[in-house]
């Protein structure tokens, strides 16, 4: 996989918002990529609403196509997610970016992009956007910074009871499940095989958890993994009567007739300790009783 150049200090940062409108000003995100040593470029659909976009799907092709092409924008963050990447991907020529590749960055919807820049065989970053800045931990924007600008990026954190210890390495790839399992079998699905599988999801109900791993599994996405990292499975809702199954069992049983590594409560997701990661690189992930390490190559 490529990796784009990384940053430095007066380089030129554009926020496009592709999916849903936004709430809030971008005044948080605006001031940190600036104390970074950014210049900061604002899409047009920073401001614009239709419906619950930030505007048209024609604008936010058109807004994300002129970031990709305009050769003095080094990295191209995305100011949040919601629904409608989806809408504009194949409407996008992400062609430019193999020539002068450069960084895409945000996490849930942006997922769809990810993927598509796994398939065209860049690396991107699953990382804090601006919406989410002012509720994110110093640790998640430090890694982001970490990550632009070419630092060395290594995880340790507490280990989970259900975790199944290991060791493995792979080319780290995933995101949203939601995402992940929408785009099966279409333009930009990818490959998992050989791969370190990440997920998280937000404000799903069990059920649904489980049809999405179902899915997954039953597309074979799971039969040749060499390990697979969970973030955040946030706000998880159960139905009346309960489903009966936690994140973490649904995927443990799905799991159970492989025996890659599967480490959970990773510090990635719609969580305020985001951390950035590094998809379409090689990693190493460390699964030990006590503990576990997630390493890029």
Partial sequence: MTHPPYLKKGDKIAITCPAKSLKAPMTDAIALLESWGLEVVLGKTINAVHFQ???????????????INDNEIKAIIAA?????????????????????????????????????LQKMGLQSLHAQMPSTISDSSKAGLESLRKALFGEA????????????????????????LTLLATCINSKNDIDYNNKILFIEDVGEYAYAIDRMI???????????????????????????????????EIINLIVSKYDFPVCFN????????????????????????????????
């Fill in 53 to 67: 976009f930030s505007g048209s799907d024609e604008l936010r092709a058109a807004d994300m196509q002129t970031f």
């Fill in 80 to 116: 949040r997610g919601g629904y409608g990447c989806i809408r504009i991907v194949d409407e996008i020529d992400w062609t430019p970016l193999i020539k002068n590749p450069k960084w895409i960055i945000g996490f849930s919807d942006i997922t769809v992009f990810h993927m598509q």
């Fill in 153 to 176: 990026m290594a995880y340790d954190f507490s280990s989970c009871q259900e975790n199944r210890n290991g060791v493995c390495e792979g080319e780290l790839v995933g995101g949203n």
């Fill in 214 to 248: 179902r899915t997954l599994d039953r597309a074979g996405k799971l039969k040749k993994l060499n390990g697979l990292l969970v973030g955040g499975f946030t706000n998880i809702k159960q139905d009346d009567p309960p489903f009966g199954y936690s994140v973490n």
């Fill in 266 to 297: 990773f510090p990635a997701g719609h969580l305020p300790d985001n951390r950035a990661l590094v998809l379409g690189r090689d990693a190493m992930l460390e699964i030990n009783p006590g503990n576990a390490k997630l390493s890029f190559k």
